[in-house]
């Protein structure tokens, strides 16, 4: 009752205020009960929270796999041990229920928590430093709103001295620049909102950054992609069309990718999946087609025309196997000529996320398969089946390959040692 009065406080002292704002701006005589427009107003309020809320994927990680919403348990590997991500339902003993919203926004801007300690950067506030106070606000307001979940957090384990928050103020000195999003004026107000959400709540840069020993990312290498650690998945750099640079890419095409999953040039797979799962597919199409704007308007590091097939490096006996492979165990999907069926079944050929220079993700797609993510714009998925259990070490590598050498890619080859390696890192 309490807790729910206070709530209604908050609410309304911020509903008040947009609410005062409404009235000076209609029109004809004050006669509408004020209490309902202070409620319309916190309603949406809340709602745009919820919606902010999604872009920056906070339930990805503060709820654990089949546990209650923004609960909190769900382990985070580390390099350094494990992070267990706290509560951040309105709990007054266990979640953030005891939180000023000034807390909030300190914690989102300077990742300093209420207790005043230092955060890890593994709650991604190097990047949502830069969202605005006001939307910062609204979050902060959803969750409040939210059912509060009685949980207590659980202990971090990080190795000695990693356990020590102490050491993160030389990370910090070295890695985070605190400040809100400032709009370049020489861009359109589209590239703006892009730019803002892909750097700010979007996160992007936390994966699409090579991560160092520390777990720190510069400013310099921003989007130039590196492996996650822990993960084994590689985070392809969105400043290199080699990579998953989207500069050759329409917007339609990056919009696809983005909100449905699929696009006529490829799909999402793998932790990327996740993130269009959970957070991009409830983009706004206004939304969307700004992020896709910023995403193909990011200066490309590679100019330079790309490798001509590396095929001639390759054995024509590692080559025959990978296409007599390919052609009996992958051309009923992919298409003989690498086509494939887009969206639902991506194309092979001329496919950056298979050529790329780490071949590591196209391994594990051909050991695992996969699903895209089933998405508002695409609800039934198709999905491709592992081949751990058919192909052995040899038939993988040469596939793999045949893939990144036909049809003219620029991929270069794969060796049994390479698979075999992931083979042994990941669950059947
Ligand atoms: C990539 C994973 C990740 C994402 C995404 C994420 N968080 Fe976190 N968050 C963490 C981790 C890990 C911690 C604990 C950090 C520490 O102990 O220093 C944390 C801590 C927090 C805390 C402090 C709680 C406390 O009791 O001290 C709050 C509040 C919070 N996150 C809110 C959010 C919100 C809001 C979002 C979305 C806008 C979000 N988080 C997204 C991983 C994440
Ligand atoms: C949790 C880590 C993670 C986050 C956060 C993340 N990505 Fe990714 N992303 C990946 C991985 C891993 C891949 C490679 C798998 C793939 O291609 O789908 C990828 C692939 C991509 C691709 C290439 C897809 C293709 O088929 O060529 C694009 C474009 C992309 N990400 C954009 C983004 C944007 C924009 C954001 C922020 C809104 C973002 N990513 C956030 C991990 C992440
Ligand atoms: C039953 C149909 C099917 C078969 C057979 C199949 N695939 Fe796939 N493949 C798919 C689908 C669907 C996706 C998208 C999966 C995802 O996004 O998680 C995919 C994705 C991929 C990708 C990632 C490309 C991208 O942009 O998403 C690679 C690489 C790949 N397949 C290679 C192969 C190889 C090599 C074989 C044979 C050994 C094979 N596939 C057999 C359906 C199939």
Known sequence: ??????????????????????????????????????????????????????LGDCIACHTEPNGPAFAGGRAMPTPFGALYVPNITPDDETGIGQWTADEFYRMMHTGITRDGSLMYPAMPYPSYTQVTREDSDAIYAYLMSITPV?????????RFPYNNRDLLIGWRTLYFKEGEYQPNPKQSAEWNRGAYLVKGLGHCAMCHTAVNALGGSSEAKAFEGGMIPNQNWYAPSLTSNREAGLGNWTIKEITDLLQA????????????????FNSLQYMT?????????????????????????????????????????????????????GRGHPPDYPPLAGNQSITME??????????????????????????????????????????????????????TPVNAKQVNDLRTLLPE
């Open 1 to 54: 009752m309490r807790k729910s009065a206070r709530i209604a406080l908050i609410l309304g002292a911020v509903a008040l205020a947009a609410g005062g704002a409404l009235y000076l701006l209609r029109p004809g005589p004050l006669h509408k009960d004020s209490a309902a427009l202070r409620l319309d107003a916190s309603t949406q309020l809340i709602n745009k929270g919820e919606y902010l809320a999604r």
């Open 150 to 158: 009685k949980r207590k957090n659980r202990e971090h384990e990080l």
């Open 261 to 276: 999953g699929v696009s006529h040039r490829g799909t999402v797979y793998g932790p990327m999946a996740e993130v269009v």
């Open 285 to 337: 199409d206004e939304d969307a087609k700004a992020m896709a704007v910023y995403l193909k308007a990011l200066p490309q590091k590679d100019s330079s025309p790309p490798p001509t097939s590396q095929a001639r490096l390759v054995s024509p006996e590692t080559m025959e196997l990978g296409r007599k492979t390919y052609v009996a165990q992958c051309a009923m999907c992919h298409g003989e000529d």
């Open 358 to 411: 780490s071949p590591v993700n196209s391994i594990r797609m051909v050991l695992n398969g996969g699903y895209p993510p089933g998405t508002k714009k695409n609800p039934r998925p198709h999905g491709m089946p592992p081949f751990s259990h058919i192909l052995n070490d040899e038939e993988v590598a040469a596939v793999t390959t045949y893939i990144r050498v036909a049809w003219g890619n620029s991929g």
